[in-house]
């Protein structure tokens, strides 16, 4: 696999979720120091979580959380959690444009980056199985099998392909 990068848009999004919450880029530098790949990964499960499922409970945006991961841990996608949510048209969100990926609601942000960490830390549950696929209720993507749905959360459905 080849580097991958945050991209800019994101990342000052990111910055802008942190201002209009009180906490400034250094204080959250602080606490986070490393630059690598690990808190990348944070990021943008926080930010697939955050534009997938911030309109469903709790409980969709963990099961969000666990399709990303089982992703991440199957040979079929790609190895760190960037690249399978930056993987080419597999999130709806990603393929819009950059200044549709701003932090709007930094209460849903702060939620998401919660749930992130705690499936990054291994927190997780199993919530959905091994699901590596969903869609919105209003969606009908040409993949889907009756036979392989896990589960029904909210307003998406979730599959083992």
Not at 1 to 30: E, N, R, Y
Not at 97 to 104: N, T
Not at 109 to 137: M, T
Request: with cysteine; proline share 3%.
């Amino acid at each position: 696999m080849t580097p991958f990068s945050v991209p800019t848009v994101f990342l000052a999004g990111c910055i802008a979720a942190l201002a209009a919450s009180g906490v400034s880029a250094d204080t959250a530098k602080q606490s986070d120091s490393s630059v690598s790949v690990d808190g990348q990964d944070r990021e943008c499960l926080a930010m697939n979580i955050y534009h997938e499922g911030r309109g469903e409970s709790y409980r969709g945006q963990e099961a969000i959380a666990a399709v990303t991961m089982n992703r991440v841990q199957s040979r079929h996608f790609p190895d760190t959690v960037c690249e399978v949510v930056w993987q080419h048209k597999q999130f709806s969100w990603t393929r819009t444009a950059p200044i549709h990926h701003a932090i709007v609601n930094v209460r849903a942000w702060k939620q998401a980056l919660d749930i992130a960490e705690r499936f990054l830390s291994g927190g997780g549950g199993e919530l959905v199985g091994k699901a590596n696929h969903y869609h919105a209720e209003h969606v009908k993507p040409y993949w889907i099998r009756d036979d392989r749905l896990i589960a029904r959360i909210g307003k998406h459905f979730f599959y083992v392909l």
